[in-house]
Nanobody, 122 residues
Framework: QMQLIESGGGLVQAGGSLRLSCTASGRAFSSYHMGWFSQAPGKEREFVAV????????FYADSVKGRFTISRDNAKNTVSLQMNSLKPEDTAVYYC???????????????WGQGTQVTVSS
């Protein structure tokens, strides 16, 4: 089992920034690709970003390209999501997740955190 705990969510004005962090325990963190997903009220969970095992490859949803940056620190078992130029439509619960396969589909992720709320006011 792997436990994932997110932190860093909150309320921010449009145009502001937040940094989400996710700390892993249990399984070998460096053996998993790590992703971030968002879920707004009444909507399905959506892919935001994913980072490969060593951090050498990253992929983003078109809606966040150029604004969000995913990174990881395998020595600290953490993955982060730097969110800049936030928009009201970014409002959602954000989840980190772990997968053995470098994919976008949430159904192929093995472990999930409990989520952290991000609210962007206009």
């Amino acid at each position: 089992q792997m436990q994932l705990i997110e932190s860093g969510g909150g309320l921010v004005q449009a145009g502001g920034s937040l940094r989400l962090s996710c700390t892993a325990s249990g399984r070998a963190f460096s053996s998993y690709h790590m992703g971030w997903f968002s879920q707004a009220p009444g909507k399905e969970r959506e892919f935001v970003a994913v980072i490969s095992l060593s951090g050498g490859r990253t992929f983003y949803a078109d809606s966040v390209k150029g604004r969000f940056t995913i990174s990881r620190d395998n020595a600290k078992n953490t993955v982060s999501l730097q969110m800049n130029s936030l928009k009201p439509e970014d409002t959602a619960v954000y989840y980190c997740a772990a997968t053995r396969i470098l994919v976008y589909a949430p159904g192929l992720y093995d472990y999930w955190g409990q989520g952290t709320q991000v609210t962007v006011s206009s």
